[in-house]
């Protein structure tokens, strides 16, 4: 089973995706801006500096990793739909998913 967590951002190309690839996919608060997160603001004058890159693009397209390292131990994203996101993710789940998170840390 090939199970996907993505964040888009639309003006960094090349960060994210934005259709399904995998059996299961899921997009966290829609698979765009993440609570949390600085507004995406990927200009040129951004990018030169890389921590600036990170705080207003990456954090988004980072969560993820967060995402799931939480969902190990800590947390049951969208429990009460028929798939729960991340570690425990039942091998027979398919389909897309759009699990709502919150802005902090562990984001549960």
């Known amino acids: 089973m090939l199970c996907i967590m993505s964040t888009a951002i639309e003006m960094a190309k090349g960060f994210g995706i934005r259709h399904s690839i995998g059996d299961v ?7 765009k801006h993440q609570p949390g997160c600085p507004p995406e603001t990927m200009g040129i004058l951004t990018m030169l500096k890389l921590e600036d890159a990170f705080y207003y693009g990456a954090c988004s ?3 993820c990793l967060d995402l799931f390292r939480n969902s190990i131990r800590k947390c049951r994203y969208d429990p009460q739909g028929p798939c729960t ?8 789940c398919r389909g897309e998913f759009y699990p709502n998170t919150t802005a902090v840390d562990p984001f549960c």
Do not use: A, C, K, V
């Not at 996919?25 to 698979?31: T, V």
């Not at 996101?85 to 027979?92: A, E, Q, R, V, Y």
């Open 25 to 31: 996919d899921f997009y966290p608060n829609g698979g």
């Open 61 to 63: 397209h980072s969560r």
């Open 85 to 92: 996101m991340g570690f425990h993710t039942d091998p027979s």
